[in-house]
């Protein structure tokens, strides 16, 4: 039982690590809005479904954890553990353009088990936003006057963006009655938000042709961010028969105020316009704010589930956030409510399956449509993708069962504008869940 807990503690522990240390886990311009690109409180087996969760409570045939809505902890029976990794291929299209890229990370640890015979806690930890882009605009200048040609000067802006936050939470899920589900979540926000703007200076001699080095100036925005934030959910089961339900749920987060540290970094330095970086020359300016907060949304998500047990599951969710109110060190970051809807489902054959492996598989298919909280140029930018995935039960011992969870989402972000920049994204996700009795003292006659 201690080599268990012991290790489980070391898994958290380089998840955390190496949450904390890395940088770019993503490679897209639509993150540097806001906090970043948003990932959700979601493991493998629910993004597949298009990302239905408010109203799942145990899909077919084991336990799982949906810390999107605390209150199904309470419907957990036995100790589970889900730990995944997740990876992503982009292709950024503006007109005749393109660039491709790929960005893998450990996904999540998470960790639940029963208090009571009617709750269950839960602890973990998992991305909560990701942002990382780089991207460049050129131009030139001009410098003199009369006739003939002027001097002049060529100019490249470079935007660039690393880090984002992650979230580490606390959950408890209690069951009232046969039918009532109530749970809450503390959650620890932490992470670095790092924004560079470099103006690149050249002078391209017109007579010689020879180009002389550059010089730059670079200006970092920094936001480190580490506070505590609420999340809550309630679930409610209506049985029509013997084995079939319909679940309603309903799961939000507080608008909850994040202690937030800003520090402004300007610099100059040379360039010699063929290799990467370049050399600092002086620091022009460096100034820290000191504490300041990260003023969150609230965020509603609504839910309803058909089940049969042990057979089938069919759902939706519709989900909507006040990101108007989103303030970073008291200003305001001009973003809109944003707003968005999944349907999906899962199928088992025959859960109890002798001959036939594939017949034990849950097959999971769903579709997910948002409208983001970024506008530009009087144009939304909406995002839309196509899921699907497999639980692949594995071995099983007496008081053990092991699952593998793939799933593949197929999207697309942008305006959906002719010629406007065009995100076109794969993400691949992979979760290994274990229920097992852990913490149960079992009786001898």
Do not use: C
């Amino acid at each position: 039982m201690y080599k268990k807990i012991n290790y489980i503690t070391a898994v958290l522990v380089l998840l955390a690590s190496i949450s904390v240390n890395a940088q770019v886990t993503t490679q897209s311009p639509y993150s540097r809005y806001g906090i970043g690109n948003l990932r959700g409180s979601l493991l493998p087996q629910y993004r597949a479904m298009g990302g239905i969760s408010t109203a799942v409570n145990k899909p077919t045939g084991y336990n799982t954890i949906n810390m999107q809505n605390p209150s199904s902890y309470a419907g957990i029976t036995l100790t589970t553990i889900d730990v995944g990794m997740s990876g992503t291929i982009t292709n950024l299209t503006k007109g005749d353009a393109s660039d491709k890229s790929f960005n893998a990370t450990l996904s999540h640890v998470a960790l639940a088990f029963p208090v009571t015979s009617h709750s269950a806690m839960s602890f973990g930890i998992m991305p909560y936003s990701e942002l990382g882009y780089n991207f460049a605009q050129k131009g030139t200048i001009s410098s003199g006057s009369g006739t003939g040609n002027p001097a002049t000067q060529n100019i490249t802006s470079l935007y660039t963006g690393e880090g984002g936050l992650t979230k580490a939470y606390f959950g408890y899920g209690y069951r009232i009655g046969e039918s009532f589900r109530i749970g809450a979540n503390v959650e620890y926000l932490f992470g670095n938000l790092i924004e560079n703007r470099d103006l690149q200076f050249s002078d391209d001699g017109i007579d010689d042709g020879i180009v002389e080095t550059s010089y730059g100036t670079r200006l970092q925005n920094k936001n480190s961010v580490g506070g505590v934030a609420f999340s809550y959910g309630a679930q409610y089961d209506i049985h029509i028969n013997s084995k079939m339900l319909v679940t309603l749920g309903y799961s939000g987060s507080s608008a909850s105020t994040v202690n937030s540290t800003r520090t402004f970094l300007a610099t100059k330095y040379s360039y010699d316009g063929v290799t990467d970086g370049g050399v600092t020359i002086e620091t022009i300016d460096s100034t820290g704010t000191g504490k300041s907060n990260l003023k969150l949304p609230l965020v509603h998500n609504f839910g309803i589930v058909l089940q049969k047990y042990n057979k089938w599951m069919i759902g939706a969710d519709v989900r909507m956030g006040k990101w108007s109110d989103l303030t970073i060190n008291g200003v305001n970051q001009g973003l809109q409510n944003s707003r968005g809807a999944s349907i999906g489902g899962q199928i088992t054959p025959d859960i109890t399956s002798i001959n036939s492996y594939w017949s034990k598989v849950d097959y999971r298919l769903g579709f997910s449509y948002d409208k983001t909280y970024i506008k530009l140029t009087d144009n939304d930018v909406k995002q839309m993708a196509l899921s699907f995935g497999l639980g692949l039960p594995l071995a099983n011992s007496r008081n053990a069962f092991y699952k593998l969870n793939f799933t593949t989402e197929i999207g697309r972000r942008g305006t959906m504008v002719t010629n406007e920049l065009r995100e076109n994204y794969i993400n691949l996700h992979l979760g290994f869940t274990i229920n097992d009795r852990w913490f149960q003292r079992f009786k001898f006659d």
